[in-house]
C-alpha cells in the first residue's frame, strides 16, 4: 500500500527520510517489472512449446515427400503446394468422416450437458438417502478406464442392435461423471437465497434449474461442452470397434486410412491432419472465455 503513495506523503507518513522512500518504492517497482517480465517470459516458451508441433504439421502439408526429408528440415515453406489440401479432403473422403464426427460429437456433447445438469442440480440442491454415497459412486467412476468397460460396452451396443450406427458411437458417452462433479461445484456457488426467493415467487426445480440456475453457470456449462467436444471428436478405438461401414466412421480413422493409402505422400497426411484440427481451434478461439471462467467459477468466494 505504501509503494503507491508519492515519496514526500510516504516520507511524512512513516518519518522516514526522502530518498530511502524513493529508493524503496523504486525497488518494488522494479521487482514488479521483473517479475511481470519473468511470467511473460515463461508463458511465452510454454505457448512456443505447444503451438511448435502445430506449426510444424501445417508446414510440413505445405511442403512436397522430399522437402519434408530433407536435412536440415524445412522451416517455412517458400513454394507452397496448396494442391495437397484437395487431394487429402478427395482422397481421404474426410467430407463424409467430418459429418460423422460432427453428428456424433453433437449428440455426446448434448446429452451429456443434460445429464449432468440434472444429476449436479439434484447432488446441490435436493436432499434424499445415501447422497454422499452416490455422489463418492460418480466420482468413482472417473477412476475407472474406458478400456476396462470397452468390452461390456461392445457387446451392450451388438445386443441391443444399434452396431453401425450413430446411436452405437454415442451411448456409452452420454454421461459423465466429471460433467456431474463440475457442475455440482458450479451449482454450490447459488446463493440459497436464490433458492427460497424462486420458492417464494411459485418455481418448481425444474423453472428453478432453467431460469436461475443454468444462466448463472453458463461458462462452467461451455467448459464441459469443450471438454466434451474435445474427448469425443479425438476418438479412435472405439468408432473404429463399433463400426465397419464407412457411412458411420469418424474422421480420426480417416486419417488413419488417408495414411495407409499414402504411404509415400506424408504431406497429403499431415494436410488431413490440418484439415481435422480445424474445428477444434475454432472451437478454442470461440470459447476460451468461457472455458477459462469456467474452470476457475468457485476458485474464490465472497
Known amino acids: 500500500m505504501s509503494a503507491s503513495l508519492a515519496p514526500a506523503d510516504e516520507a511524512l507518513r512513516t518519518g522516514a527520510p526522502r530518498d530511502a522512500v524513493f529508493f524503496r518504492?523504486?525497488?518494488?517497482?522494479?521487482?514488479?517489472?521483473?517479475?511481470?517480465?519473468?511470467?511473460?517470459?515463461?508463458?511465452?516458451?510454454?505457448?512456443?512449446?505447444?503451438?511448435?508441433p502445430i506449426y510444424i504439421t501445417v508446414v510440413n502439408s505445405l511442403l512436397t515427400p522430399e522437402q519434408i526429408a530433407s536435412r536440415p528440415p524445412t522451416l517455412f515453406p517458400t513454394n507452397p503446394t496448396?494442391?495437397?489440401?484437395?487431394?487429402?479432403?478427395?482422397?481421404?473422403?474426410?467430407?463424409?468422416?467430418?459429418?460423422?464426427?460432427?453428428?456424433?460429437?453433437?449428440?455426446?456433447?448434448?446429452?451429456?450437458?443434460?445429464?449432468?445438469?440434472?444429476?449436479?442440480?439434484?447432488?446441490?440442491?435436493?436432499?434424499?438417502?445415501?447422497?454422499?454415497?452416490?455422489?463418492?459412486?460418480?466420482?468413482?467412476?472417473?477412476?475407472?478406464?474406458?478400456?476396462?468397460?470397452?468390452?461390456?460396452?461392445?457387446?451392450?451396443?451388438?445386443?441391443?442392435?444399434?452396431?453401425?450406427?450413430?446411436?452405437?458411437?454415442?451411448?456409452?458417452?452420454?454421461?459423465?461423471?466429471?460433467?456431474?462433479?463440475?457442475?455440482?461445484?458450479?451449482?454450490?456457488?447459488?446463493?440459497r437465497d436464490l433458492k427460497d426467493a424462486a420458492a417464494l415467487d411459485g418455481y418448481g426445480h425444474m423453472r428453478f434449474l432453467a431460469r436461475v440456475v443454468v444462466p448463472l453457470s453458463r461458462p462452467t456449462m461451455a467448459a464441459l461442452a469443450v471438454f466434451a467436444f474435445l474427448s469425443s471428436w479425438n476418438q479412435y478405438l472405439w468408432p473404429l470397434l463399433v463400426t465397419k461401414d464407412d457411412r458411420y466412421r469418424t474422421v480420426q480413422i480417416g486419417l488413419k486410412q488417408l495414411r495407409n493409402t499414402n504411404i509415400d505422400q506424408i504431406n497429403v497426411t499431415f494436410a488431413g491432419v490440418v484439415i481435422a484440427i480445424i474445428p477444434l481451434a475454432i472451437l478454442l478461439l470461440l470459447f476460451q472465455k468461457q472455458l477459462v471462467r469456467g474452470l476457475t467459477a468457485g476458485a474464490v468466494k465472497g
Do not use: C
Not at 34 to 52: D, K, P, Q
Open 82 to 191: 496448396w494442391g495437397t489440401y484437395e487431394q487429402a479432403w478427395n482422397a481421404g473422403h474426410l467430407g463424409e468422416y467430418l459429418k460423422n464426427s460432427f453428428i456424433m460429437t453433437g449428440i455426446i456433447v448434448f446429452f451429456q450437458l443434460l445429464t449432468a445438469t440434472l444429476a449436479a442440480y439434484a447432488f446441490a440442491f435436493l436432499e434424499f438417502p445415501f447422497k454422499r454415497l452416490l455422489f463418492v459412486v460418480f466420482l468413482a467412476t472417473l477412476m475407472v478406464p474406458f478400456e476396462v468397460t470397452i468390452i461390456t460396452n461392445l457387446n451392450t451396443v451388438v445386443d441391443l442392435g444399434i452396431y453401425d450406427s450413430y446411436a452405437g458411437l454415442a451411448i456409452p458417452f452420454l454421461a459423465t461423471g466429471f460433467g456431474a462433479f463440475l457442475l455440482r461445484q458450479s451449482f454450490l456457488t447459488v446463493p
Open 25 to 52: 518504492q523504486s525497488h518494488a517497482r522494479r521487482r514488479r517489472r521483473l517479475g511481470a517480465f519473468g511470467r511473460y517470459a515463461l508463458l511465452s516458451v510454454l505457448a512456443f512449446l505447444v503451438l511448435f
